[in-house]
């Protein structure tokens, strides 16, 4: 079956997807949105130098990443920008050298859109094991912080005070956003892995109790997104990555719908169990 | 300054004065630019700080909220919202809770982790009157039951516990300090306040040797401007004592 350039795509998505999912909550309810986005733009810097370095890709964003990451975390103690202002320098400043190292380099021909948009219907066989074996340790990894990061995601003086040493669970989770990012790159592009990890996980809020539900629903609705995705990039021959990202979309659009039928049901429940508690009052 | 376990110590004093800071230097989460500040070696705190923010983005229960820092037990939480009176809540998201039943499940957060040093910054805002009163008690009981350091800070100048061991008064610096308990029990003070002092309330009464200007300068009393030089030096004398061991 892993012949077959369909499924392995399949399962090269599924397993981003499934990483993607609670990373994306974190970054959600930490307000990271545009800090993925950065990170994702220098990935491209990654690209360009390990073309230039003749590094292996993946290993070479991984590290501009968290260069670009820890240098933030820098810039954030020290200058007197505000941080939206300097992830924008950033992201456009990484994405701007990136491309013009790549522009130098003329006895490289690369295809930019395939960094750009992603290629995930040309993902081989040894993508898929770096993808799986690259996501499931970003998973260990989360989990190994989990309920420490969640502590320092709620308040972070609370979790200081407590010691759940915040500044150490930090410092971890940018690693593992800039390892998912690496890993993914390849599959949905660097512009748009911003859009894996934010909307399953913006669709995954409405259904969801407690943070780790919501983990596990925004990993199934990217999984979804992904298989829905490719299935309607070959039915109708449009780009793949893309057509992942408007699956996703077309999720979260639903799941904002409001839904008068399940909230009567809901309304309906309460008012019943309300009466009977009078009932028995009385 | 020092809190001792099974000491109550509460800081009280105007907008800015540096009440909260000095509770987040106590608990290691700031570190002081001057002075120094030490805990006794893996010290279990608790903190209910000022302000503490869950948006609609974060799926949060009340139950799951109490094991935020630390896992318990099922007992052990119903225990914990029982005592501050909100059992009921316990499936509740967070972020529909009211101000008040928000004050009194980050207490019961506090409490849950049998802590060694308690600190709460304002931790009965928004609460209604009469909750505030069995709040107060209810610290009290957790200072005797788990003999542990409480640092509270009131932000109203003249409503202080009456279990309260010492009450510092903070503008910038430790502006006087005593314990409630004799002011209480002084006669003019029963005179005066008897009534609400009985009630598990009582005064602290203030006697500065010093006022401060508008811009936070000292001045001292019946003394003229030209001493400030001599009460910038006793600012940092002040700070220079931030010590906490409990």
């Given amino acids: 079956m892993l012949e077959d350039f369909f499924f392995r795509a399949l399962l090269g998505g599924i397993g981003v997807a499934i990483v993607a999912g609670p990373v994306g909550c974190f970054i959600i309810w930490r307000r990271l949105a545009y800090f993925g986005d950065t990170l994702s733009h220098s990935a ?3 690209v360009a130098m390990a073309l230039l370095l003749e590094l292996n890709i993946t290993l070479s964003v991984f590290f501009i990443s968290l260069i670009v990451s820890l240098l933030l975390l820098l810039l954030q103690k020290r200058a007197s920008l505000s941080s939206d202002a300097l992830l924008g320098l950033l992201a456009h400043a990484t994405l701007a050298v990136g491309l013009v190292v790549l522009a130098f ?3 490289v021909r690369v295809d930019l859109m395939g960094f750009l948009f992603g290629d995930i219907l040309a993902v081989t066989t040894n993508d898929l094991a770096v993808i799986w074996l690259g996501g499931l340790a970003v998973l260990i990894g989360l989990s190994f912080i989990w309920r420490r990061l969640f502590a320092a995601t709620v308040n972070y003086e609370l979790a200081k005070a407590e010691g ?7 410092i971890v989770f940018m690693v593992l956003v800039a390892a998912v990012i690496a890993v993914s790159m390849k599959l949905v592009g660097v512009l748009l892995i911003t859009a894996l990890l934010i909307i399953p996980a913006a669709t995954a809020r409405r259904f969801a109790k407690s943070p780790e539900h919501m ?3 925004a ?4 999984a979804l997104s992904v298989f829905v995705g490719l299935n309607g990039s070959l039915q109708w021959d449009t780009p793949a990555g893309p057509s992942i990202v408007v699956a996703a979309l077309a999720g979260f659009i639903i799941s904002v719908l409001p839904m008068p039928k399940l909230m009567a049901k809901n309304d309906a429940r309460t008012s019943d169990l309300k009466r009977n508690f009078e009932e028995v009052g009385e | 300054m020092t809190v001792e376990p099974g000491e109550i110590v509460t800081l009280i004093g105007p907008n800015g004065s540096g009440k909260s800071t000095t509770a987040k230097m106590a608990l290691g ?3 002081p630019d001057e002075g120094m500040a030490s805990q006794k070696s893996n010290l279990r705190a608790s903190y209910v700080p000022q302000r503490l923010e869950v948006n609609w983005t974060l799926p949060i229960t009340v139950t799951r909220f109490l094991e935020l820092t630390n896992r318990a037990t099922q007992k052990q939480m119903q225990d914990a919202l029982e005592a501050t009176e909100t059992s009921h809540l316990s499936g509740a998201q967070m972020s529909k809770l009211s101000g008040g039943e928000h004050q009194r499940v980050l207490l019961a957060r506090a409490i849950l982790r049998a ?3 308690l600190v709460l910054d304002e931790p009965v805002q928004g609460v209604d009157f009469n909750g505030e009163i069995a709040l107060y008690r209810l610290i009290e009981n957790i200072r005797n039951k788990l003999n542990c350091g409480v640092l509270l800070i009131s932000h ?4 202080v516990m009456s279990t309260t061991d010492r009450v510092l008064c903070l503008n910038g610096h430790i502006c006087c300090s005593g314990s409630p308990a004799n002011v209480a029990s002084s006669d003019e003070f029963r005179s005066l306040f008897g009534e609400r002092a009985a009630s598990g309330l009582a005064l602290y009464e203030h006697r500065h040797d010093h006022e401060h200007m508008p811009d936070g300068t000292l001045v001292e009393n019946g003394a003229g401007p030209n001493n400030s030089g001599e009460d910038a030096n006793s600012i940092r004398k002040a700070e220079n004592g931030v010590e906490i061991n409990a």
């Fill in chain 1, 44 to 46: 491209l810097l990654g």
């Fill in chain 1, 105 to 107: 380099m003329t006895w």
């Fill in chain 1, 164 to 170: 759940a040493k915040p500044d150490f669970t930090n």
């Fill in chain 1, 215 to 217: 983990a596990v629903i």
């Fill in chain 1, 219 to 222: 990993a199934v609705i990217g």
């Fill in chain 2, 29 to 31: 989460v700031l570190d």
């Fill in chain 2, 115 to 117: 802590p060694e040093f």
């Fill in chain 2, 156 to 159: 109203d100048l003249h409503v």
